[in-house]
């Protein structure tokens, strides 16, 4: 058995999760869609003037405003793994203009009061008040999407969560990649699953897997396999939700490592709420590994078990 084990680090109090790696032996009214792609602008800019409005509103608050993001939506109302993605950029490129205002974790919580809409819970969220003193964000930002044959409409508007006053409503144009394809199929990270279906699942874009992995061993199936090796494995971050509602706990997984040392497919086996899984998933996603190799010393891709521990100090 090979284990890696991260060391701890405390943040305001708490300690963030140890990341315990464990090897098992084994278009819109109004709007012209020509007109809209030619005029429309990029992430980067409305950001910057979101960012601007939101400093100009700002303005002698003793406590910095927190803005979210929430996963965008189609303009019908459906979700999908392409809305959580792009409200990801556009929350990273808000980020990068957060001048005296901080950009809240894209699974914060918080009561119903603030907002119309909120993030679709994980698994045994229901159970949990994942919002427990979390106080309301000051802004929200919400992103409606139109697909058309070669690109991405999103409106993204903005309000002020104590009087629900609109500070932006913008659309922006993004080229619809094959990248963005493949995700426009998939449920959001977190969507509930029916009952006695696992977690949730998250598939490397650009990955087709065989038969659903059928097809791949398992480091624990017996075989000669010379197991995975972690070279950068990041430690995962409490979400914030998660921190204030106090969830501790273990998130067991079980990847599918490429022949290159890349997770291909991460599925939660036992997970816990308020953004947990999401942010193991993420965590895990980013990781680089020494591929397995089989008995003729040829990497292969292999299925892989690991666990991720949440501990909170006393």
Excluded at 85 to 90: A, G, M, Q, V
Aim: with cysteine; proline share 8%.
């Amino acid at each position: 058995m090979i284990a890696v084990m991260t060391s701890n680090r405390t943040r305001r109090g708490l300690r963030i999760a140890n990341v315990l790696f464990l090897f098992a032996c084994a278009v819109f009214p109004g709007v012209a869609p020509e007109e809209a792609h030619a005029q429309a602008p990029d992430f980067d800019a409305v950001s910057s003037r979101l960012g601007d409005a939101i400093l100009s509103l700002s303005r002698g608050l003793i406590v910095k405003p927190t803005v979210v993001v929430m996963d965008f939506v189609e303009t019908h109302g459906a979700s999908n793994a392409m809305g959580a993605e792009l409200s990801r950029r556009f929350s990273g490129a808000l980020a990068k203009n957060a001048r005296d205002f901080v950009v809240a974790d894209s699974h914060y919580e918080f009561d119903t009061s603030s907002a119309t809409r909120l993030p679709s819970p994980s698994a045994g969220d229901s159970a949990v008040n994942c919002s427990a003193g979390q106080p309301k964000p000051t802004f929200v930002v919400e992103g409606f999407m139109d697909e058309l044959q070669d690109r991405v409409v999103i409106r993204i508007r903005a309000t002020r969560t104590e009087d629900n006053k609109a500070i932006l409503d913008e659309r922006v144009t993004v080229p619809l990649t094959p990248e963005l394809q493949v995700l426009e199929s998939k449920p959001p990270l977190g969507a509930e699953k029916p009952s006695g279906e696992s977690g949730p699942t998250w598939v490397r874009p650009g990955f087709h897997p065989p038969d659903n992995g059928a097809g791949f061993p398992s480091v624990d199936s017996g075989g000669n396999y010379t197991p995975p090796r972690c070279l950068e494995c990041a430690r995962a971050q409490y979400p914030d939700s998660a921190m204030a509602a106090k969830i501790q706990g273990v998130i067991s997984l079980r990847i599918l490592v490429d022949a290159t040392g890349q997770p291909a497919e991460i599925a939660i086996l036992k997970g816990l709420p308020c953004g947990l899984n999401e942010r193991a998933i993420e965590t895990v996603a980013t990781w680089r590994l020494a591929p397995a190799k089989g008995p003729d010393g040829k990497p292969l891709a292999i299925w892989q078990n690991a666990q991720l521990s949440f501990e909170l100090s006393n």
